[in-house]
Nanobody
């Protein structure tokens, strides 16, 4: 059974930074495109960022462009999300996800394309 475990969440002031990590196990990590989504209280889950199998292509939603950077280290089976200039509106539970079968340069941006999800990590941005 594939396991994805997020870490790095916490409480930060507006304008601050956090770096989330997602440790993947029981899968051949480089075979999977990866992504991050988030869900704020009372809101629908939102897809935030995605990265192709080898990191050659990335996607990020408009609200985080220029502030969040997705990356991966295939040697460490780890996905990252560097979040800068955080805003209270970024407060949410952040989930990482894995998509099998994606082509080399495809960074999936739809929930339906993902097969596995982690339990999430809370990010709280205070004003």
């Amino acid at each position: 059974q594939v396991q994805l475990v997020e870490s790095g969440g916490g409480l930060v002031q507006a304008g601050g930074s956090l770096k989330l990590s997602c440790a993947a196990s029981r899968l051949t990590f480089s075979y999977y495109a990866m992504g991050w989504s988030r869900q704020a209280p009372g809101k629908e889950r939102e897809f935030v960022a995605a990265i192709s199998r080898r990191g050659g292509s990335t996607y990020s939603t408009d609200s985080v462009k220029g502030r969040f950077t997705i990356s991966r280290d295939n040697a460490k089976n780890t996905l990252y999300l560097q979040m800068n200039s955080l805003e209270p509106e970024d407060t949410a539970v952040y989930y990482c996800a894995a998509a099998r079968g994606a082509s080399d340069y495809h960074a999936p941006a739809r929930f339906i394309e993902y097969d596995y999800w982690g339990p999430g990590t809370q990010v709280t941005v205070s004003s």
